[in-house]
């Protein structure tokens, strides 16, 4: 079985360009994201799943520089851009995350995909973000091939074209949904980067945690916002917007 991250990633999102690209330390979001996808033991590859804009070129010469697969299609048609990505790389387990996430645990990634493989008699599709517990910006998503192209072909609403799993999370009785619980609710942490206040706080996250320790985990991160609570209201106010990339 071929398990694969696939990261969804563009620069025209709509409330900050460019954010994928922006820079901590001297170094990009997304630059920062790879770098710890590729610690997640249960994965054997990361396509980086951009369009074919040439504003998105440079997501591709990132790709390039370090190594990564890299996939381009269309801008609207996420989930066909998903899809395609996936059966070009012949995957057959999709792990899914958005490139908004560069605090992403791999850790929990491996424990996503760990609970999906033990648990495949039971469940088509486990993730940690539906009954959400864990931080926003830990999100991770798996479910096979399969479920994957059901949702492409059988799809014609644009707005489940242009979220991939919206059309899995609305059919529980077709698809048995597993849910991956953290020990506790951290659900009202804001990790990820939409806008200029969520920025603010993942570079003050990464400045204070990541020259000592590069590899830093989700526990790492709470422990450090205790000591900084002051930092969670910088983007407390901030509205998830219905669909992410």
């Not at 951009?50 to 504003?55: A, R, V």
């Not at 039971?122 to 910006?137: A, I």
């Not at 091939?145 to 014609?156: D, K, M, N, R």
């Not at 989700?218 to 990339?245: A, F, G, M, R, T």
Request: contains cysteine; charged residues 25%.
């Amino acid at each position: 079985m071929t398990t694969v991250i696939i990261v969804q990633a563009r620069m025209t999102s709509t409330r900050l360009p460019g954010k994928v690209l922006k820079q901590v330390l001297g170094k990009p979001l997304l630059e920062y994201q790879i770098e710890r996808l590729q610690r997640v033991k249960l994965a054997d590859e990361i396509v980086i799943a951009t369009t074919t804009n040439e504003t998105d070129e440079p997501i591709v010469e990132l790709c390039k520089r370090l190594a990564v697969a890299y996939f381009r299609g269309s801008e609207e048609d996420v989930l066909g851009r998903y899809y395609q990505a996936a059966t070009e790389h012949k995957v057959d387990l999709v792990v899914r995350v958005t490139s908004d996430c560069p605090l992403i645990d791999p850790k929990v990634i491996d424990e996503v995909i760990d609970c999906y493989l033990k648990n495949q008699s039971n469940y088509d599709y486990v993730s940690n973000c539906l009954e959400r517990t864990y931080p926003r910006g830990m999100d991770t998503e798996v479910f096979c091939f399969s479920t994957l192209q059901q949702a492409f072909w059988e799809v014609t609403a644009q707005p489940d074209r242009e979220h991939v799993t919206s059309f899995i999370h609305r059919q529980p009785s077709r698809y048995r949904l597993g849910h991956f619980i953290y020990s506790e609710d951290c659900s009202h942490h804001r990790w990820t980067v939409d806008t200029p206040e969520d920025f603010e706080l993942i570079q003050k996250i990464i400045e204070a945690i990541y020259p000592r320790k590069p590899n830093f985990t989700l526990e790492d991160c709470l422990s450090l916002l205790k000591k900084h609570p002051e930092w969670y209201i910088i983007n407390s106010h901030v509205s998830q917007k219905k669909y992410d990339e």
